[in-house]
């Protein structure tokens, strides 16, 4: 997969530990004991995207460079995630090639750096993997962490379309969709509408409060342990297959708020339990719950 | 529409922030984060006196005591693994603690948004420390009666 002129590294391997293969694409994920035994392999990139901006900077992984969301992977004016040539440049500033290894981490159970995995996935970038458990797991091993900028030597990323074809779903897609399987991951609060009904507090930004009608509620967190690492496939089996009633053959649309906790419940679907057909509506509520005239159901049925 | 005045201490905070190049304001809250103050062992050891921000996304807490010479002062807590909601709070804390109830009362909802963070941090933090500072000024109405 290693782009034309630059210089071929050796793929790292895939960590073989036995929870993994349980999964899917055990190819996906690594323990916190493989990314410690490789940090200073060459071909490999880690990368750290938190919700809180500063907390790389109170200490990381060492080695680890800093990928923030909402500066770096958004448009900076339109709603929409930064386009081929601007996701190129961004790689290349960090120091990852075509051919890297990219693992991702990240605080609150990967939220944000599944997030980031799914932004780099409509980017098809080629070896990217989720370290499992996150940053609370490297703390909570007492791994080292180090507060010194990483100095990586410019790469060069090619400039590659933005296919949103396949992962991804938006608003009219999402209305076509109806009556076939959804998963809306927020809190049971967001899910009913009644959050939107506490007196005094600022709303996440949507006129209406309530969920896509069919939407099945499974909050994103339900696929991590307290440790932060993902539950076992047949407990996740248990969430999504016996709970929500997905099977793997489904055509699934997941999306919470803005997009962020929904790539989590992708990574599950996709991923660990191998479904082909899942996209993330990243409009989420925050588009649909302002559109007019979009049908929404209140309360705790789909 | 006039332009809003703030305390000299907190006007100096946003003279600061907009001295200086985007990733450095960073590195500032950073370091308005490494010094808020610990909570005193009086919240501590009760935290029913604590109010919850839930605005904030991460955890953050906070108490409000006005004098009877109307002094305020403001107590905080958030952990450390949310550097941005406890520099948010610091801002507040150095801005604000010790003034009199009424230059509290009189400071703008949207100096939040003179400091020049808007494209370094998400809109839903700037939006936490509005509600933080709506919060003391709520619970310093009401204290006063």
Redesign the interface.
């Known amino acids: 997969m290693a782009s034309e002129g630059e210089v071929k590294t050796v793929a790292l391997p895939y960590d073989s530990a036995a929870k993994f293969q349980e999964y899917a694409h055990p190819e996906m994920i690594v323990s916190t004991e493989w990314l410690a035994e490789h940090l200073d392999d060459p071909g490999l990139v880690v990368a750290e995207s938190d919700e809180d901006v500063l907390l790389y900077e109170t200490g990381h992984i060492p080695g680890a460079v800093k990928l923030d969301w909402h500066t770096e992977l958004n448009d900076a004016v339109t709603r929409d995630y930064v386009d081929g040539p601007g996701f190129a440049a961004l790689m290349s500033e960090k120091g990852i090639s075509r051919d890297t290894t990219l693992v991702l981490y990240g605080d609150r159970n990967n939220w944000w750096a599944a997030y980031a995995l799914w932004v780099c996935s409509l980017f098809g970038h080629p070896d990217v993997r989720l370290l499992d458990g996150g940053r609370a797991k490297w703390i909570a091993e007492g791994r080292e962490l180090s507060t010194s900028e990483p100095k990586r030597p410019q790469a060069d990323y090619p400039v590659i379309d933005r296919d949103d074809q396949q992962i991804r779903a938006f608003a009219g897609q999402v209305l076509a969709h109806l009556g076939q399987p959804m998963i809306d991951v927020r809190s049971p609060g967001e899910y009913t509408g009644e959050l939107l009904h506490m007196p005094d507090y600022p709303q996440e930004g949507a006129l209406r409060g309530g969920h896509i009608p069919g939407a099945r509620n499974v909050p994103w967190a339900r696929a991590a342990e307290q440790d932060a690492t993902f539950r076992t496939r047949a407990e996740l089996e248990a969430i999504y297959h016996g709970e929500a009633g997905l099977s793997p053959d489904d055509d699934v649309v997941v999306y919470c708020r803005i997009g962020e906790r929904s790539s989590h419940t992708w990574f599950v679907l996709q991923h660990l339990l191998g479904y082909p057909h899942v996209r993330n509506y990243d409009g989420s509520w925050t588009e649909w719950g302002n559109s007019v005239r979009v049908p929404i159901t209140r309360g705790q049925n789909p | 529409m006039t332009p809003a005045t703030l305390n000299p201490r907190l006007q100096e905070i946003v003279d600061d922030f907009n001295a200086m190049a985007g990733k450095e304001r960073?590195?500032l809250?950073?370091e308005f984060?490494q010094d808020l103050p610990p909570l005193p062992d009086r919240y501590a050891e009760d935290r029913g006196l604590l109010e919850p921000v839930?605005?904030c996304?991460?955890p953050l807490f906070l108490a409000v005591e006005v004098e009877p010479d109307a002094t305020v002062h403001l107590f905080f807590e958030a952990p450390?693994?949310?550097?941005?909601?406890r520099?948010f709070a610091s801002i507040l804390h150095a801005g604000l603690d010790g003034l009199a109830a009424d230059e509290v009362l009189a400071t703008p909802g949207e100096f939040t948004s003179q400091l020049g963070l808007q494209?370094?941090?998400?809109p839903?933090?700037l939006?936490g420390m509005?509600?933080m500072l709506a919060r003391i000024k709520r619970q310093i109405r009401d204290q006063r009666g």
């Open positions: 960073l590195q809250l950073l984060s839930p605005e996304q991460s450390p693994e949310a550097p941005t909601t520099g494209d370094l941090v998400s839903l933090r939006r509005a509600a």
